[in-house]
């Protein structure tokens, strides 16, 4: 059986939603804002998973696909049902139990075959047990005294800043959102992207804006969170550049 996802026309237009993950699924293709609250779902539903489980313990079928490993996982019976035989040994587990049970260094491919599906890399399967996926470590910051360069990206993310804006409009504690360019000389990752965030519930909104980001930048692309009212970056935000989002005016707090 091959992995690979099915190439039709129409992807997630010919998508028919088998439950309410599978409906949260399509809105998270269509809009990145939705994917944090997906992935957070995920976890706490019940998933299908090709396998065996005995006295011993559960037992994972997995492929390898261009040298890497994988598991597929499946978000309804539908979805197994096009990738094997409707008798394939398989379990059902809770998103968090099953993202547990697979090995180390091994990737978990939801529902492969399927218009609507992605590879959860064995980096991001950690991120999303630990919480980090979400944006709960640290975010980025510059140190103390470093010296760094501020400035405009010369190509506008256009697409990450329209999925933050949504993002944002859905989140009340959220009154502005800023975007720059940070270089720190002689550091290995390079120039990247900083967002500048003046909300009350920072970590929590900071977290969901990086969820989003990581899709949208791709593997490897590092982003700051930047809380503002502090710091250089703050203050070049807010002095040298105007918001890429604004609440309106009169709109509630929390």
């Not at 139990?97 to 529902?111: E, T, W």
Request: net charge neutral.
């Amino acid at each position: 059986m091959a992995l690979e996802r099915k190439r039709e026309s129409g992807l997630v237009g010919s998508f028919i939603p088998a439950n309410p993950l599978e409906e949260l699924l399509v809105r998270a293709f269509r809009e990145p804002a939705e994917r944090p609250e997906f992935c957070r779902r995920m976890l706490e539903s019940g998933l299908l998973v090709l396998g065996t489980a005995d006295d011993s313990g559960v037992t994972l079928r997995q492929w390898t696909v261009a040298g890497r490993k994988m598991i597929p996982i499946f978000t309804s019976a539908q979805r197994l049902e096009e990738f094997a035989p409707a008798d394939s040994q398989h379990l059902a587990m809770e998103g968090r139990r099953l993202l547990q049970a697979i090995p180390p260094g091994v990737s978990a491919y939801l529902n492969p075959r399927s218009p609507v599906g992605r590879e959860f890399p064995a980096e991001e399967i950690a991120a999303l047990l630990d919480g980090s996926f979400f944006g709960k470590g640290p975010p980025g910051t510059v140190p103390a005294g470093e010296r760094i360069r501020l400035g405009q990206p010369a190509q506008y993310p256009e697409r990450l800043v329209a999925a933050l804006k949504v993002l944002f409009t859905s989140r009340p504690g959220v009154q502005a959102a800023y975007l720059a360019l940070v270089e720190v000389p002689g550091a290995s990752e390079g120039p990247h992207l900083a967002i500048g965030l003046d909300a009350e519930n920072f970590e929590a909104v900071a977290g969901e804006a990086a969820a989003v980001a990581g899709d949208l930048l791709g593997p490897g692309q590092p982003l700051d969170l930047v809380r503002i009212g502090t710091g250089t970056v703050s203050r070049y935000m807010t002095g040298a550049t105007k918001p890429f989002y604004l609440r309106p005016e009169g709109a509630a707090r929390p």
